[in-house]
């Protein structure tokens, strides 16, 4: 069974910080309480895209989308939609800029993510495995993540 929540917020700070709470309240509905490692997770790839989605993909008057889907295989799957067009999503060049690592950071914490065109804008996805690790015996065995240039 899927769940799915969505909703408009502005392209503003504000809006990137609601969207982040949203998410965290929604996890907890979801059974993944504040504070555990799939919650903060979660939160932090939102946080990331929404900051993009309003500094980035910001076009006057008009707002950016969140969407949260639960799986039925325990994968949330994260879409922030805005109004631009421009699909360029950079890195950052800079090693002593302050900002970003926003999309590399998504990059290490999701399982997948990418760009989707749309009629008007973008939608910049990213899909989480909500399976809390494995323990065995007192030590934590977190799943490991095949890196795209290193095969085992």
């Known amino acids: 069974m899927n769940a799915e929540i969505s909703t408009l917020l502005s392209a503003t700070p504000r809006g990137a910080r609601q969207a982040r709470r949203l998410t965290a309240r929604q996890l907890d509905a979801w059974g993944h309480p504040y504070g555990s490692d799939v919650n903060a997770t979660a939160q932090q790839v939102v946080a990331e895209l929404a900051a993009n989605a309003v500094t980035h993909g910001r076009v006057p008057g008009r707002d950016f989308a969140l969407r949260l889907t639960l799986t039925a295989e325990a994968t949330l799957r994260i879409e922030v939609s805005d109004a631009r067009s421009d699909r360029r999503l950079r890195y950052v060049t800079d090693p002593d800029a302050?900002?970003?690592r926003g999309l590399i950071l998504v990059t290490l914490l999701s399982q997948a993510w990418g760009v989707m065109e749309r009629g008007v804008g973008k939608t910049v996805w990213a899909e989480l495995s909500l399976k809390e690790p494995e323990s065995?015996?007192?030590t934590t065995i977190a799943p490991q993540?095949?890196?795209p240039d290193h095969q085992t």
Request: a negative charge; aromatic letters at 0%.
């Open 136 to 138: 065995h015996g007192g």
């Open 145 to 147: 993540r095949e890196s």
């Open 98 to 100: 302050e900002g970003g």
